[in-house]
């Protein structure tokens, strides 16, 4: 599985940006896809993730009501729209396509990374 994420850039506090991924490959064993953030000198902390089938969804409380997180099955796309941005939510956006395969050992899980896409928010 390839991710290609995109929309990234520069914005001043309380503007928005839209982040997106294409997933490619062999997408048809993806079960979930999330967007992870890292700041510099932190850890790498999930920020929102949706379920491929039935798209449940699921949100870091510092970012609930803010961005909102959507996938369209059809061109293994998600997105993530972020509003009321905030100094604190700059960091590299990562997105992670996660799920399983059917192997001679059984299931197995696996996750793949998108090389990532800086946001950056001034004050």
């Known amino acids: 599985v390839q991710l290609v994420e995109s929309g990234g850039g520069l914005v001043q506090a309380g503007g928005s940006l839209r982040l997106s991924c294409v997933a490619s490959?062999?997408?048809?064993?993806?079960?979930?896809m999330s967007w992870y953030r890292q700041a510099p000198g932190k850890e790498r902390d999930l920020v929102a993730s949706?379920?491929?089938?039935?798209?449940?969804?699921n949100y870091a409380d510092a970012v609930k009501g803010r961005f909102t997180i959507s996938g369209d099955n059809a061109k293994n796309t998600i997105d993530l729209q972020m509003s009321s941005l905030k100094p604190e939510d700059t960091g590299v956006y990562y997105c992670?396509?996660?799920?399983?395969?059917?192997?001679?050992?059984?299931?197995?899980?696996?996750?793949?990374w998108g090389q990532g896409t800086q946001v950056t928010v001034s004050s």
């Open positions: 992670k396509a996660a799920g399983a395969s059917a192997s001679v050992w059984g299931l197995r899980r696996w996750a793949y």
């Open positions: 490959g062999s997408t048809s064993d993806i079960d979930v």
């Open positions: 949706i379920a491929r089938s039935g798209g449940a969804t």
